[in-house]
Structures are given as C-alpha cells and as structure tokens.
C-alpha cells in the first residue's frame, strides 16, 4: 500500500512512497497526530541522489519489522532537502551544534511542536563501531519519551532557545573594501594546496565561487597569484576523475586531495557554477582547455540534465547498475583495462589506459580505474584521441544509466540561465542562449504562474508547493540580469526588478541582514538565516549581488542601499573563513570596481556588444540596444545616441562617464579586455 507520499511531486519523497513506513510529508496534520496520539515525530530529511540516503532506505526503511516498530511508535515525516531548505537548515544547525557535524540523511526526533531532542545521520541496520543500530535508537527515544518525558521537554526547550539566542554579527556598518578582499587572498593562499589546487585537504569540493572572486580580484588589482590559483585549481580540476573525461560535467566532489575518485553524483549547480567560471577564465586567459571544459559542460547540462518542459533537473545519481546487476556508485563512469580492450582492440586500449590514467590494479574499487589526464604520456595525436573519446562514449551509452532527480529548483535553473547565456554569448553558440531563454521561460511561466511569487520547485512542468527561498529570488535575478546583458531584451531586467523588490519587501531586516524565508513564510522553531556559501552561493549573497546589479542597470538608489547593507556580512567573515563566502566576495569586487555600466546604442550581437560582454571588469553590467525604443528597454540607453550614425558604447562608474566611443579596441582597454 502506498503511503502519503504517493501524491507528491518530489522524486525523493516519491522513492519512499512504497516503504512500509507510514510517511507523512511535512505539513501542520503530520505534528497534529503526532499530539493526537501522544508520540514524537521522527523527521528523516534527505535528497534523491544521496547515495547514504539510498542506503538506509534500503536497510531499514524497507523492513518490514523497522517499519511496523516505527509506525506503532512515531509519527514518521520524510522531507526532500532541496524542495525544504528552510526545514533542512533550521534541523541541520540543531544536529551540527549537538553532535559537531552533519549530513544526510538526517535523523532527527521532535516534540508535537516541531521542537528537537535527539538526532543523528545515517543510522546502521546492526550497531556497529560507536553507533548503535537504528532499532536500538528508535527504542531508546521510545524509552525517554515514555519514562522521562519532562527530561525531553527540557532538552528540547534548551535546544530551541539556545538556536533561537544564536543572533547573527552581520558585520555592523559599512562595507568589505580594499583591506578585506586582501586578507580575504591571503587566507586562501595559506589554505591553497599548491601541489594539486583547490583548497584544504580531503574530501576537496570544487571551489567555484572562490574561483569567481579570485578571476574578479585580479581583473581589479592585476594580483598574478590570483590569476594562477585561480588558473591551475581549474587545470587540475579539469584533468582529475572529478571531470567526467567523456561526457563532460563535474561530480560533486573528489573523496581524495589529488581529484582521482570523484562521489559520482553530478549536480546542476555544480555545473552551472563551474561552467560560468571557465568561460570567464577563459575570457581571462584565453585559454583552450577554459573554453573546452565551458562549452562541454554546458553540453552535459542540456544534453543530460534538460527536461521536455525546457528547464534543467537537478542532479544524476551517483549509483547505477553494474555488469552483474548490483546497484553501486560510480558503475556508469569506470572501466578496468580488460573493458577498455573489449571497446577499442589490444593497440587503442593500451593508448587509451595511458592517456586515461586506467591501471591494472585500478584507481578505484574491483580494480576500475576513473578516467583522468594525468598528463605523463608526452604529445598525444588529437585525431585518435577524439577517436578513442567517441568509442568509449558510445560504449559508456549502452550501460544502465545512472537515476535522474528531475524536479526544476528555481534558484538552480537560474545559475544555469546565467551560465549558458554568457558561455553562448562568448563561443557565438546561439543555441545555449536559446536554452537559457527556455528555462528562463519556464521559471516566468510556471514557478512565478498566477501567485506572483517565486514557487521553489517544480515538475513535469506542474509547480510544487512549496514556497521559493531567498536564494531562489536571488539566483533566478541574476540568471535574468545575465540573459538581459545577452540578448538585449529588457524584458529579463524587469522580472530581474519583480523579483528584487519582493527580496527588498519580504527578505529584509533591520541593518541590512537578510533571511532565507519571506517575513510571511511558515513559522519554524527559528527563522533561517545562513550568510555562508557552500556548494551554492548563499541566498544572502546572491541577493547582494542581483541587487547591486540592478542598480547599476536602473540607477535605483534602493536597490544599491540593501546590496551594500548585505555586503557587511562579507565585511566580517572575508578575511575569517574566505573559503565560505567565495560568492560574497566576488560581489564586494564589483562593488569596489564600481560596477561599471556600459551602454551599447548598436545592435545586439555586433562587435561592440561583444567586446562589452567580454570585458573583464567585475560585475560590469551591460545594455545593448539600437533604435527610439532601446531606451525603453534599458534605462542605462536613455539618451545615448549613435555618434556619427555608427555603434558607440558608452562606459560610466562612480557617477563619472567616459568620453563615448565607436572602436571596440578602446572599449576593449576600458573594460579590463
């Protein structure tokens, strides 16, 4: 019998709609039976393509006798992280601060008031180590909630209380200047691993936002060691097992320092935020391997990750089936010598095994090995590599395919908008900007419908229920800043506009700090509000950023107020732990730079429009546009003529314009290019 779960729209919640357990999705009646019939809630939060999550499901969710324990005992909600983040970071900092980390899939148990009082991950179906099974668990809850009620009231109470008197320092006034962003370089020099690139040790996440700021730092102030951190951290990247080397698009992190085995899952915004940052190291530096890994992810994106309705599914499991039918991660992507042989023959198999890095004792489990450059074979014919890629791929087709997470999150499809536009708009592939236009499309007509505001997620083009968070609002505004700057259309500004006044009205406190729900979102045991970047920006700063964006398109003084209220959250944690605030700090380099405003009075795609979208000053915002209407579209092309009837850019910051100028070469040296 299928439970609850059955009439959601998540992929996650939908795996389990098949236990045993008796799941209730999160909602008011769930708690109100659990004070009904006088139990605690057992709130387990995870995601579709959590490998551990698959796991425990499988070990104890599906048993028949864990379940029908569980069901006579508690009131068991399921919640899907990435439709829930609200729930999720309120939950998680409980966790973190109670047992010193987190993860999923998180475990936690509640009072009928949502209030927590024992938690923990991943529980094993047999105790093992330190950690006891998830039986002894459950029946130890059962015991303190029957025999020792006033104690759980009591650690709840104090828990609750102690999150709520954790008060964010938002960096008190003023903003993150030339004193921040280089202590901000100097942390992440003594944390850079010089042998491998990236930052600290293992397991090593692609750094991507610390990418942007350092691309961004050096376009402002030319600082080389920048540029290189910046440079050979995406070499190294692009070349290790956490690249797929035949498919293109990055896995979510590499388990080891040196980028070998990658955790095989592959996320949107991984890849979104990784394809951004090579097509402008590439605008930076020019380089080949930039531009290859840009235009092959964003190939992965749309060839892997879009759906019939044009917007982009979140992620691709880590697990699928092996030759013998067992389900194990990484299946999909690795081969051993003896498979390479039987795709490409003795000669090409033994080229491929030295070009790929596959060894006889194997760089993974069982003996496979993750394709890789290790970059020791001297100079390779590029013919019979190409080859070689294209047999293996086609090979590769044929295996069972790893599961797809196919539900739309806003703020996700709004990194991939902004990331396609841009790589399309650099590599004159229109069609990337088309593939922006759609998703872009789907978000208007669909997540925002009839309500007016930002719904987070949605599915086979049908919009979920639940409410959009702060970084939904300010992830999706810069996807549509970005397409603006790409195609001309004003359009993308005005909906950038609708969606920053909502942030403006419902996001914002007092002295600037932001927080991840709307004032009138569901009431939970503590307002979310986390600053910090980690594997996407943070609502908070992605808002800064879309803010101080739009400011420089409209002039709006409101608008540039909130973004640099934002910024001195940068201003307090920068130099403290740059590592978690990359985006942030990549918006207070466009806040120092200016940002630069360039107006375009010619047509959208010619040689002025291009240079101005290749400049490399931080954050420069761009309108482009030719004819009496264009200033209707941009406010930025309001009485800027053609000079001399030919195309003319005109370049302002800090409220001082430039003399105008018709030669993309001076535009070019204006603009950092």
Not at 92 to 100: F, I, K, L, N, R
Not at 146 to 172: C, M, P, Q, Y
Not at 366 to 374: I, N, T, Y
Not at 444 to 463: N, P, Q, Y
Request: hydrophobic share 40%; proline share 5%; charged share 25%.
């Amino acid at each position: 019998m299928a439970n609850r779960l059955a009439q959601t729209t998540s992929p996650y919640l939908l795996q389990h709609a098949d236990n045993p357990v008796d799941w209730w999705p999160w909602s008011p009646e769930a708690f109100e039976e659990a004070r009904k019939r006088d139990v605690p809630v057992l709130l387990s939060v995870g995601y579709a393509s959590c490998h551990w999550c698959h796991v425990m499901a499988h070990e104890s969710f599906e048993d028949e006798a864990v379940a029908a324990y569980l069901n006579a005992h508690f009131v068991p909600v399921k919640v899907d992280r990435e439709e829930r983040p609200d729930v999720d970071a309120v939950y998680m900092e409980a966790v973190q601060a109670a047992t010193g980390h987190g993860g999923w899939p998180m475990t936690v148990f509640l009072t009928a008031d949502a209030e927590p009082f024992y938690f923990g991950t991943y529980f094993p179906p047999e105790a093992r180590h330190s950690s006891p099974s998830f039986q002894q668990v459950l029946e130890g809850v059962v015991a303190a909630w029957t025999d020792r009620r006033e104690e759980v009231a009591e650690v709840a109470g104090r828990i609750v209380a102690d999150l709520a008197g954790r008060s964010l320092v938002h960096g008190g006034d003023g903003v993150p200047g030339e004193q921040e962003t280089a202590q901000a370089l100097l942390g992440l020099t003594r944390e850079y691993d010089e042998q491998h690139g990236g930052f600290g040790g293992a397991p090593k996440f692609p750094p991507s936002m610390a990418v942007e700021f350092l691309l961004r730092h050096y376009a402002r102030t030319g600082s080389e060691g920048a540029l290189q951190m910046a440079a050979d951290t995406c070499s190294a990247m692009a070349r290790g097992g956490i690249y797929d080397q035949l498919g293109g698009g990055f896995a979510r992190y590499s388990v080891d320092r040196e980028w070998v085995v990658p955790h095989f899952e592959k996320m949107l915004y991984d890849n979104a935020l990784l394809c951004r940052v090579y097509a402008h190291l590439w605008r930076t530096t020019g380089s080949d391997e930039a531009r290859r890994i840009a235009l092959e992810t964003a190939d992965f994106m749309v060839r892997e990750l879009r759906t019939a309705e044009g917007g982009f599914a979140s992620a691709l499991d880590a697990d699928s089936e092996d030759a013998d039918g067992r389900h194990v991660e990484g299946a999909f992507y690795v081969w051993t010598p003896g498979q390479l042989r039987e795709v490409l023959g003795e000669d090409d198999a033994a080229f491929a095994a030295a070009y790929f890095g596959v060894t006889e004792e194997g760089t993974f489990e069982e003996g496979s090995s993750v394709l890789r450059l290790p970059g020791d074979t001297g100079p390779v014919d590029a013919a019979r590599v190409a080859d070689v890629r294209a047999r293996l791929l086609a090979a590769r087709a044929e295996r069972p395919r790893p599961g797809r997470d196919d539900k739309v999150v806003a703020a996700w499809n709004g990194l991939a908008i902004a990331a396609l536009a841009e790589t399309g708009a650099y590599f004159d592939r229109p069609d990337l900007v088309e593939r922006a236009t759609e998703a872009a499309d789907l978000l208007v007509r669909v997540h925002l419908g009839e309500v007016a505001r930002l719904t987070r997620t949605s599915k086979d083009g049908r919009a979920g229920d639940n409410a959009g968070v702060l970084e939904d609002y300010g992830d999706v505004a810069e996807g549509f800043l970005a397409l603006a700057a790409v195609t001309g259309e004003g359009a993308w500004l005005e909906f950038a506009g609708f969606l920053l006044d909502i942030v403006l009205e419902q996001f914002t406190g007092e002295g600037g700090q932001l927080y991840d729900t709307a004032h009138d979102a569901e009431q939970l045991i503590r307002r979310p509000q986390d600053p910090t970047d980690s594997a996407t920006p943070s609502g908070w700063t992605a808002a800064a950023g879309a803010l101080l964006s739009y400011a420089a398109y409209t002039g709006s003084e409101a608008h540039r107020t909130a973004a640099e209220g934002a910024l001195g959250v940068v201003k307090a944690l920068g130099p403290r732990v740059p590592r978690f605030v990359g985006w942030g700090l990549a918006v207070a380099e466009a806040l120092l730079d200016g940002p630069r405003e360039v107006a375009v009075a010619g047509p959208v795609g010619g040689e002025l429009h291009r240079t101005a979208l290749l400049g490399r000053a931080p954050g420069a915002v761009v309108a482009a546009g030719e004819g009496p209407g264009a200033g209707a579209e941009f406010p930025l092309l309001v009485d800027r003529p053609q000079v001399g009837g030919e195309p003319t850019a005109y370049v302002c910051r800090h409220f001082v314009c430039d003399a105008p100028t018709t030669d993309a070469a001076e535009l070019a040296a204006k603009l950092g290019g």
